[in-house]
């Protein structure tokens, strides 16, 4: 009776996979002890937390370890039962929010694509990358049928830290590129979405300021692009 | 395959009396799956008093937690009903794509992939240890997410050259124990049927 939970967040400061788990915690008002994995060396904890993919986040409750960041998510919504809450109650509108969080999966891999190639292969992720984020901007119909939230009394939730974590910081992404790609002319109401969650405080609290991030794009960039002669 | 894990959800959960309606997603897709997944335009789809559910394992979600009375398919404990994600979401990430190559690519260079899906294959027997199925005493989540692949377990076979009960014989009697219920074995494609089926598609597609 009246336990200390032990909260622990096995993170990487440049993952937005990390960054959602964070969000959620911080999103609930849970305690937690962050710690900052260097994924070029990799500790013991995190290897034996997660040995099947060896990756963060990994969230670790009272010395057990839950991996992937969309089962995090659900697995905090799930244990912290005050509101916020993460997903709604009704079994037919949380089947849309992770139909939604499972779209981000291929769109964050053309997100990928597109950072790490040149010439023709790059446009061709921008493209693919445009019209992914289209489907996304229709969707959005159908997740907000009474508009964007203006998060002013509505607390950030699942389907909101996952796409935060991709389109937050879209503006380094755009100064590296010398590319708008989030138009307000062509995506409205995701640019609305973003916008109003760019002023709650847990979300400004997580998000990295643009020269920081523009500098990780590069990093991955250079490491996966062929050397120049 | 996807098709066939709702059909043992809905199964387990003794939901017979339901219209199951098939797709020539070869040839043409019907207008109604066109409109009820116009994202992503696949099968299956679950149609629940007229909405529209897609992505297999949200729809064996979706059943358990609508029909929350009987047969559970995910634990109630949040740490193991994570445990149970983690491993369907390992599925579909790393089993997925890796079967794909060894039937739907030609035959060169296959060591790799041969190797890696063992790997992956023993990966699944030393999660299983020495429960009878992934969910405890009875089939749940991750048994539902793996068994609909048994129905390439053939297929697989025949273009690896690889022999899966000698690889992993634990897994191979998992299998087997699940066959053993009927929601599974009326809901899994015939293994001989799928392999004939494969072979017809690799023609099509002009890989040797």
Redesign the interface.
Known sequence: MGEESSVKLHGFWASPYAMRAVLALKVKGVEFEYIEEDLFNKSELLLKYNPVHKKVPVLVHNGKPIAESLVILEYIDQVWTDPPHLLPKDPYLRSKHRFWAAFSIPLSETMMRYVVTEGEEQMNAQNELLEKMDVLEQGMKEIFPNGIPSFQEDKPGYLDIVFYSLFGTHEAAEELFGEKFLTVERYPLLVSWVNALKEVPEVQQVTLPIPKVVKTLQFIRQRHLPPKA | MFAMRVKIALAEKGITDYECREENIVVSKSPLLLQMNP?HKKIPVLI?NG?P???SL??V??ID??WNHTSPLLPTD??L???A??WA??VDKKMYPVQKKIWATKEESQDETKKEFIEILK?FEKELGDKCYFGGDNIGFVDIALITYYSFFRTYEYFSGLSLEAECPQLIAWAKRCLLKDSVSSSLADMDKVLEIIIEYRKIKGIA
Do not use: L, N, Q
């Open positions: 994202v629940h909405k559910i897609c992505e949200i729809i979600e979706y937690e609508v949040p740490y009903k994570s445990h994600k983690f979401d390992f990966t």
